[in-house]
């Protein structure tokens, strides 16, 4: 069974709008952290944001937040006012604390911004 | 400045090679990690390395080998016994800690891009 999964292979938007990613993960750890990376097409790998199991709050880094509801397992990306420069593939990643210190990756979401 | 670098940029391997993908951090961190990225794909773990002289393999390791002598270098072997070579190859690194994003970040290099010819 995946333990990451990214149901969107695609998802476009317009300039300014928000637009959400969506990830759902599964885990019997109760000690794990979710990350979420962009990777635009040069191929680098930029961390986004972060969120603990057990972190009673969302996370927030500037436009990005992440809404986490822990009892769907889901850990979904909002990226508010979408820039061009935001048009990239998006990863969200778990860290199970059990298994050690390796990141188990989803297969990613293409985001498409036009203007 | 403090990062992680990967040589070279692009690889060009004959089929029956063995070809060696470099990955140094100057981050002090304790675990690094190897990547594999195919096209439209997340990426699969390969080997992993938490103190050096150890290291544990990934979901893919086979055709693959690595070492780690110095905490600071984790190159990558990709040899011949390696069937479908041709990828993108990211390093990570990382320290130990299991809460907080200071200490469970894993910074990237900027990859290798390997192709068979």
């Known amino acids: 069974a995946q333990k990451i999964t990214q149901t969107q292979p695609g998802m476009f938007v317009q300039e300014k709008e928000a637009v959400t990613l969506d990830c759902t993960y599964d885990?019997?750890?109760?000690?794990?952290?979710l990350f979420w990376y962009k990777q635009p097409s040069s191929g680098e790998m930029i961390f986004l944001i972060y969120?603990?199991?057990?972190?009673?709050q969302n996370a927030t880094e500037g436009r990005y937040s992440l809404n986490f509801q822990k009892a769907r397992k889901s850990a979904n990306l909002v990226i508010s006012a979408s820039q061009l420069g935001d048009s990239a593939m998006y990863f969200c990643?778990?860290?199970?604390?059990?298994?050690?210190?390796?990141?188990?990756f989803g297969k990613g979401t293409t985001l498409s911004v036009s203007s | 400045d403090g990062g992680i670098t990967q040589s070279p940029k692009y690889l060009f391997r004959k089929e029956g090679q063995n070809v060696t993908l470099s990955c140094e951090q100057n981050?002090?961190?304790?675990?690094m990690y190897w990547y594999r990225q195919d096209p439209g794909q997340g990426l699969r773990l390969i080997y992993y390395?938490?103190?050096?002289?150890?290291?544990q393999k990934g979901d893919i390791a086979e055709g693959y080998s690595v070492s780690r002598e110095k905490k600071e270098s984790f190159p990558l072997t990709v040899t011949s016994a390696q069937k479908n070579p041709t990828a993108f190859y990211l390093c990570a690194s990382s320290g130990l800690g299991t809460s907080g994003r200071g200490s469970t970040e894993q910074f990237f290099g900027p990859g290798t891009r390997l192709t068979v010819l």
């Open positions: 990643a778990m860290r199970e604390n059990q298994a050690g210190t390796a990141l188990i």
């Open positions: 981050l002090n961190h304790d675990a």
């Open positions: 969120q603990g199991s057990y972190d009673q």
């Open positions: 390395s938490q103190i050096v002289n150890d290291f």
């Open positions: 885990t019997s750890d109760p000690s794990y952290g």
